[in-house]
């Protein structure tokens, strides 16, 4: 695979169009099953993701040999936003299917074919124990249970487990905050087989690039659905969108989203920068989003309290932004 650290011509009709068909699909099937996908509904998932597939978006930084697009990394973000318009768990799960091929694309005498679906597992306590060992706890894994090849971070190593290992035990977590649609498990590996696939960064920086991204889409449908409700929801002889504290909350938002950008072919300082002001602005976009729906916000039926919990959970995820803006000062040093 040509080296996905570099940037690559990409035909830009083909790429606009990619994105268009990504926007099209995020709102023909995500968003109309968001209530189902909140609550990990196993049979959305598969509708979802037999979607994703359909337009190659889970493999689209694979190369063609493996059944991918080969885009470069710095591509992934734009559709990775798009994709979050839809749903954020959605956008996860296939920033970490292409988080893990990237990772794999470099380690020689590694193939994946191209019915196996591939998950990265950032984070968490795991360490090479022995030559080609892993032991360790892993908290938070997002998406593991429907991997047919893990690629686990150990410190600054990236190495591929088979999820059928006798030594790695995963642990349902039940319920979660957001990104329904892509379940999370807890991971506990006692001596687990790895084969070594190289150094952690180049994954690492996509997946904050990535969140970054998720992020900005949350941020961008809750947006829209706060300046439609504003428009038609009408209070005090007119819409609410006349009154000055709506005005100025649309407002803001708009200024959130246009402030900053996630930087192409971005280092990791960079990437997590990005992330951590996305993240950030999502957040307040969304609880703002859910004050201009009043006393309606709170309620499922809008869907627009679920964006604000997509969004916290971006905020936390793969680390939470305080620990991001302490690795960041450190990198900055």
């Not at 994709?83 to 994946?112: C, E, I, R």
Request: charged share 25%; glycine share 10%; proline share 5%.
């Amino acid at each position: 695979m040509t080296d996905q650290t570099t940037r690559r011509a990409v035909d830009p009709e083909a790429f606009d169009e990619l994105v268009a068909v990504t926007r099209h699909f995020a709102e023909a099937v995500p968003r109309r099953l968001a209530p189902a996908l909140d609550t990990a509904d196993p049979g959305a998932i598969a509708a979802c993701w037999s979607g994703v597939c359909e337009i190659g978006l889970e493999r689209c930084l694979a190369p063609e040999r493996w059944g991918g697009i080969d885009l470069p990394a710095d591509a992934l973000p734009a559709l990775l936003e798009e994709l979050a318009a839809g749903d954020a768990g959605v956008a996860l799960a296939v920033l970490l299917s292409n988080a893990a091929l990237l990772g794999l694309a470099g380690a020689p005498g590694l193939t994946v074919r191209d019915d196996e679906r591939c998950v990265l597992v950032p984070g968490g306590d795991v360490r090479e124990t022995a030559p080609a060992r892993l032991s360790g706890e892993v908290p938070l894994a997002y998406d593991a249970a429907a991997a047919d090849l893990l690629l686990v971070c150990a410190g600054d190593r990236l190495f591929a487990v088979d999820p059928e290992d006798r030594g790695l035990r995963p642990v349902g977590l039940g319920g979660q905050l957001g990104l329904g649609a892509t379940p999370a498990l807890a991971l506990t590996l006692r001596e687990v087989r790895g084969v070594s696939c190289g150094d952690a960064e180049a994954v690492t920086t996509l997946l904050h690039a990535g969140v970054a991204a998720i992020a900005r889409g949350v941020a961008r449908r809750a947006e829209t659905m706060a300046r439609a409700y504003a428009e038609q929801r009408h209070q005090g002889g007119g819409p609410i969108i006349v009154h000055g504290a709506v005005r100025d909350m649309l407002a803001r938002m708009a200024e959130r989203r246009l402030g900053g950008t996630v930087p192409g072919a971005p280092r990791l300082a960079a990437a997590l920068a990005a992330r951590i002001g996305a993240t950030d602005a999502a957040v307040v976009t969304t609880t703002d989003a859910v004050q201009v729906f009043g006393g309606m916000g709170y309620m499922v039926e809008t869907g627009v309290e679920k964006l604000m919990r997509d969004a916290k959970a971006c905020q936390l995820y793969p680390m939470s932004n305080w620990l991001a803006r302490e690795w960041l000062l450190e990198l900055e040093r």
